[in-house]
T-cell receptor, first 114, second 113 residues
Framework: AQSVTQLDSQVPVFEEAPVELRCNYSSSVSVYLFWYVQYPNQGLQLLLKYLSGSTLVKGINGFEAEFNKSQTSFHLRKPSVHISDTAEYFCAVKRSSNTGKLIFGQGTTLQVKP | DVKVTQSSRYLVKRTGEKVFLECVQDMDHENMFWYRQDPGLGLRLIYFSYDVKMKEKGDIPEGYSVSREKKERFSLILESASTNQTSMYLC????????????FGPGTRLTVT
């Protein structure tokens, strides 16, 4: 069975500092990987996705993530965060052979301080 | 822009009541999903639907049922609400071949007392 672990429940960081949100997954088959973001009082929206090809993927708002197959990780990074990046971030995985379900991690709350 | 709307942002119901949560999407998406979101547990899939009148159980279907009579509408039903169903409920939709790219509604925070 697949699972997703987000290693930090909360990440406080000062504005303009770099940030990394960690995500590890377990699966014995090929997977697709995703990061979703949930701003306060809103639904989730897709930040970026890895389906195949280059292991470094870029998303919206300056975020990027790197797929590392040997370490089964898909960490999210941003070189310089803004106050507006304060949100909850979810890592998700889907089997590439499966037409349906996403498996979500527990979520990481990014708190950007002025 | 894709829009997914949910009938209520906040809802308070009593134990034993039958509860309907409604979700409507306006982009002709084939797939629709219901999740519940709880702190520390992330999102867990309750039910999903690939087509009208078609449904499949997710990871936590117990205590819930769904209805999809029209393509744009997907309803979640709590037959007899219990306090452990107090949660945030999120609806999502996606195109048929892109089930991974889901568009979410703002959520309904349900409190069962």
């Amino acid at each position: 069975a697949q699972s997703v672990t987000q290693l930090d429940s909360q990440v406080p960081v000062f504005e303009e500092a770099p940030v990394e949100l960690r995500c590890n997954y377990s699966s014995s088959v090929s997977v697709y990987l995703f990061w979703y973001v949930q701003y306060p009082n809103q639904g989730l929206q897709l930040l970026l996705k890895y389906l195949s090809g280059s292991t470094l993927v870029k998303g919206i708002n300056g975020f990027e993530a790197e797929f590392n197959k040997s370490q089964t990780s898909f960490h999210l990074r941003k070189p310089s965060v803004h106050i507006s990046d304060t949100a909850e971030y979810f890592c998700a995985v889907k089997r590439s052979s499966n037409t349906g379900k996403l498996i979500f991690g527990q979520g990481t709350t990014l708190q950007v301080k002025p | 822009d894709v829009k997914v709307t949910q009938s209520s942002r906040y809802l308070v119901k009593r134990t034993g009541e039958k509860v309907f949560l409604e979700c409507v999407q306006d982009m002709d998406h084939e797939n629709m999903f219901w999740y519940r979101q709880d702190p520390g547990l992330g999102l867990r899939l309750i039910y999903f639907s690939y087509d009208v009148k078609m449904k499949e159980k997710g990871d936590i279907p117990e205590g819930y049922s769904v209805s999809r009579e029209k393509k744009e509408r997907f309803s979640l039903i709590l037959e007899s609400a219990s306090t452990n169903q107090t949660s945030m409920y999120l609806c999502a939709s996606s195109l048929g071949g892109r089930a991974y790219e889901q568009y979410f509604g703002p959520g309904t925070r349900l409190t069962v007392t």
